[in-house]
Every structure is written in structure tokens, then in C-alpha cells.
């Protein structure tokens, strides 16, 4: 490197200060078990928690600073513990992407009526469709750990179907 591009790094808005801001590490990441913690209130089989990498994607969570700034699409991993689930819910505005990294999971989908299944193991993704909704059950004796994307900076707050218990809790 020559002393010229040195020197330009210390410079605000340089190449270097502007990618500083858009790495994150998983040393400075903590588990958030309480972005979903009002459905695990209700029921501990909804336990989650979330490792927010960019953006705060879908949670409802309003703000992390210690996230990479999104421009098109939030990032962060998913812990689902054994034996524990996702409620059926629905992203109206953007499409889903679920890439399992350890463990596995069952997805199940409906959308007019209609229902499917299917089984994601280690290394294996599904994006689903805005306007499709999808939940997600770990019913191994072990964690399950995905990343999950989400294609908005600041996707609406996903619902629930309006007679899943879940859709009469109120977010805290």
C-alpha cells in the first residue's frame, strides 16, 4: 500500500471509514432473546433469539446500533432451541430467506387455503414469497442456527392468521 493511499484512509468518508461501519463481528454480537420474547411469555415453545448482523430485519425490533446500516435487505442469524418453533406468520411486503447452518427444522407454509411442508437440514435454503405464510419448527433434541434474510431495510412487522393465539398478543 503507498503512503498516499495510507494517508487517504484517516480521512472522513475515505474507503476505509466508510466499510469500517459495514462489518460486524461475531465478538461483538449477543443473542437477543427478547425480540420475540412476548410469544415465548406466552408460550415457551416460541422461544428464539436473534444475532442481528444487518439491519434489524423483521422482529419488530426498531433500532440496533451495533448493526451493519441496510440499504436493500436485512441479515441476521436465528438460535431456535430443541423442540421449539416459529409461529405461522406472513411478510405482506418482502420475500424470506431461511439458510440453515447447523441442526434442521420443518417449514410449513400456507397461503389460500393451500398447505405444504418441507424438511431443511444443514446447508440447505428457502426463500419464500412475500405474501405466503411460513412458520418453522425444531423438533430435534438439538439448536437449530439459520440465517435469515429478509428483502426490505425496514420490512413491515409481520401478522399472524387472525386465530393463532399468537395474534392476540400484544409486542412489549
Known sequence: MTSSVASQSTQPNS????LKKRIARLETRTYDWDALKFQADFDPK???AQLRYVGTGGTGVENDENTVPCEHFTFSTMLLPAHCEGPLHIHTDVEEVFFMIRGSIELFFEK???TWQTHLGERDLCSVPAGVYRGLLNNSDEDALM???IGAAKPATP???PDHPVAKLKRK
Do not use: Q
Open 159 to 161: 401478522t399472524y392468521p
Open 112 to 114: 389460500d387455503g393451500e
Open 15 to 18: 474507503l476505509e471509514e466508510t
Open 147 to 149: 440465517c435469515v434474510m
Open 46 to 48: 416460541y422461544r428464539r
